[in-house]
């Protein structure tokens, strides 16, 4: 984590600090309204920054130690803030940056992204809703929870925002206004909000200004015109944007899709969301994949030495019939695709490590979602083959890969969580792993042992279309197949 930073911007002054190495994508992380960087978590950003990212988080005016206004009087507006954000970019001289905006931050991610297209890698929005007029096909959009709308129609007698603990108070009561079902942690929310009220300049100013601010000349393009690949997380529990915010942006952004959250309001992700939230955005801010080589092989008795047009004689035989094998696998791998599907249970719930996800949640906003089952072997055993296949195929760029196309792919096992990760960092993976420890997961897909089972949604139901073991996975490992193409082969005693 790198020392505070001010930097000028726009004739005005922002606080900012970055996480990780520079020469890493970067990452723009843009808060909501009245809320300094601290609500960006150092552990937060700093598990971003260790899948290798260059995270930057700043104050927007008016928090933290950015440039303040005299309270109620904000002489910015809303658009000022967006122009701050991509001044920012200027000042740090960053081209291009992954932009990761929350409720008010998300609008403004959102204005760059249509104002400043070249700017934004990709895109990232939370807890937000759609800026620009509505589409024609847009239905209305749900209005926030009855509670809400009382807390903000008499919101009471101004506090002393001056008062330390009666600020840090009053940021617990907002907490719990606005959050879902997790709660509040608020031992957490307690420590953050001290760090935020130390560090602004006028803490009345913070939680006042933000709330009353002209919107400014907005380019009125409609988010449909958004071309950055976008993911939408969103709170199924949101009081103040209810999900159908969420559903609409994911619906109008071109290619965008929606990772609903469980359980979770209007609020920063909670901890015990933070596996599968940073998964989530160091798959969508990922790099495309690039090559992949092969080690070195072994000695064995290799095929006899022949000229050069007996070898070409030989090999167009064989390519004869791998032409033949092609064509039947593409026929075979079509036929798979037409085989039926049951319909699959979506209440099961896994443990993360920090916390939970629903079946829902590990499809990560996609359509397709596979799962490899690695078997259980007791508390102190793991399987050789599950531990082989998770070696060829956990990789910081094939997820990327597959997740472009709509696809999720996640490890999940029986064994309690806290040995499975273990295991998983002793073995160097940088997979999503889950456990369905105490639960019927496994049985419910008919896995007895290791298996590949891959899943389909539609909406929020969802279908069990395939499921592979033994040999079916032998298939997919990438060292094996490539090594079925050298004249040592496998070298394994059952090859012919």
């Not at 937060?44 to 303040?68: L, P």
């Not at 932009?99 to 070249?118: F, K, T, V, Y």
């Not at 047009?309 to 064989?318: F, S």
């Amino acid at each position: 984590m790198g020392l505070e930073r001010i930097v000028s911007v726009n004739g005005i002054e922002l606080c900012t600090q970055a996480f990780g190495s520079a020469d890493d994508p970067i990452v723009l992380l843009i808060g909501g309204a009245a809320a300094t960087m601290d609500w960006w978590e150092d552990e937060f950003c700093e598990r971003i920054a260790a899948g290798g990212r260059y995270v930057i988080r700043y104050d927007n005016r008016d928090t933290g130690r950015s440039t303040s206004s005299p309270v109620g009087q904000p002489d910015y507006t809303g658009m000022d803030l967006t122009a701050d954000a991509v001044g920012l970019l200027d000042a740090l001289n960053v081209g291009q940056a992954h932009l990761i905006g929350i409720s008010m931050g998300g609008g403004i991610a959102q204005e760059i992204a249509l104002q400043h297209p070249d700017r934004v890698a990709s895109l990232i929005v939370l807890s937000t809703t759609p800026v620009g007029p509505a589409g024609p096909d847009r239905p209305d959009l749900p209005s926030m929870s009855p509670e809400l709308r009382q807390a903000f129609a008499d919101p009471g007698p101004d506090p002393d925002w001056g008062d330390r603990d009666i600020a840090i108070a009053e940021m617990i009561k907002g907490e719990r206004l606005f959050s879902g079902r997790y709660g509040v942690d608020e031992p957490r929310v307690r420590a953050v909000a001290g760090r935020a009220f130390d560090r602004t300049i006028d803490f009345a100013a913070s939680q006042t200004n933000h709330w009353i601010l002209d919107g400014g000349a907005s380019t009125g393009s409609p988010v449909s015109q958004i071309t950055a690949p976008t993911l939408v997380l969103h709170g199924t529990d949101d009081p103040l944007f209810p999900i159908g915010h969420g559903e609409a942006l994911a619906r109008e952004i071109p290619g965008a899709r929606l990772m609903p959250l469980d359980k979770v309001g209007h609020q920063m992700p909670p901890h015990q969301t933070w596996d599968v939230v940073v998964d989530a955005i160091l798959l969508h801010t990922a790099a495309p994949p690039g090559p992949v080589s092969v080690g070195d092989q072994s000695t064995r008795q290799v095929p006899r030495i022949v000229s050069r047009e007996e070898w070409q004689v030989a090999r167009n035989q064989l390519l004869i019939k791998e032409k033949e094998a092609t064509h039947a696998l593409d026929a075979l791998a079509a036929e798979r695709r037409r085989l039926p599907m049951v319909e699959f249970g979506t209440d099961y719930v896994f443990a993360t490590g920090t916390g939970e996800a629903t079946l829902l949640e590990l499809f990560q906003g996609g359509r397709q979602l596979v799962v490899y089952q690695f078997m259980d072997n007791g508390p102190d055993d793991y399987c050789p083959g599950c531990t082989t296949y998770t070696d060829n195929t956990d990789s910081a760029t094939g997820r990327p890969y597959i997740y472009r196309r709509d696809t999720a792919y996640v490890t999940i096992s029986d064994m309690p969580i806290e040995q499975f990760q273990a295991y998983a960092k002793r073995r160097g993976w940088v997979g999503r792993f889950y456990s369905s420890h105490g639960t019927t997961f496994s049985a419910d897909c008919g896995v007895e042992g290791f298996a590949l089972s891959v899943f389909l949604r539609e909406g929020n139901r969802v279908y069990h279309s395939y499921l592979t073991g033994s040999r079916g996975v032998d298939r997919l490992m990438f060292q094996p197949n490539i090594l079925d193409l050298t004249p040592l082969g496998r070298q394994e005693a059952w090859e012919a």
